[in-house]
């Protein structure tokens, strides 16, 4: 079955503690997105990817991280510098000009 | 700048009634629209999407859209709604930049609730 995974479905974050989402497609998309959804706000974008070993800042980067070393993976790294980490995190792939998510991240702080 | 605007954060319809949820951009060109839903705890879901042609298209779930160009609206509409509709939907617009950057815009979203 093609598809987008994101694991885990909820992640809990300590006080100065890093984290790290994980996001991984099958559907042979070269192009994978980042984004942030809070509530009554939409989604916002974090990072994109338009191809393997290359990456860019979205709208809201400061305070995360990431990495594509395969074509199949995105990770993103909540950093200690994002002081309100607390949101629904969607990881997305795209196909020409659609794009397509996964079922999100729950990220809480504790 | 572009800017999607979805004027109505929650719709309350009895089931079984039609539904019309409005969106509206702002967007130099013809740009690339689309229609998400989202169930709670979950992804988002495409609709349906409109790239050029034809100015109604039609979508998954029995959903259609119609691209009017002179009042810059993609609103999403539906003859007969479910109770499984509920849900919160998101209109989105698309553009595509310089290097193949394609980059999509989200409105805020409407919340709909469906009474039986």
């Known amino acids: 079955d093609g598809g987008i995974t994101q694991s885990p479905k909820y992640l809990f974050r300590k006080e100065g503690q890093n984290v790290t989402l994980s996001c991984e497609q099958n559907l042979n998309h070269d192009a994978m997105y980042w984004y942030r959804q809070d509530p009554g706000q939409g989604l916002r974008l974090i990072y994109y990817s338009q191809i393997v070993n290359d990456f860019q800042k979205g709208d809201i980067a400061e305070g995360y991280s990431v990495s594509r070393e395969k074509k199949e993976s995105f990770p993103l790294t909540v950093t200690s510098a994002q002081k309100n980490p607390t949101a629904f995190y969607l990881c997305?792939?795209?196909?020409?000009?659609?794009?397509?998510f996964g079922p999100g991240t729950r990220l809480l702080v504790l | 700048a572009q800017s999607v605007t979805q004027p109505d954060i929650h719709i309350t319809v009895s089931e079984g009634a039609s539904l019309e949820l409005r969106c509206n951009y702002s967007?130099?060109?013809?740009?690339?629209l689309f229609w998400y839903v989202q169930s709670p705890g979950q992804g988002l879901q495409l609709l349906l999407k409109?790239?050029?042609?034809?100015?109604l298209v039609q979508g998954i779930k029995g959903f259609e859209a119609e691209f009017k160009r002179s009042q810059s609206s993609f609103n999403l509409r539906k003859p007969s709604v479910h109770w499984s509709d509920a849900a919160e939907y998101f209109c989105a617009v698309g553009r595509r930049f310089s290097g193949g950057y394609n980059k999509l815009i989200f409105g805020a979203g409407t919340r709909l609730a469906v009474h039986p």
């Open positions: 967007y130099g060109a013809t740009p690339y």
């Open positions: 409109y790239f050029s042609g034809d100015t």
């Open positions: 997305a792939s795209r196909d020409l000009e659609t794009q397509y």
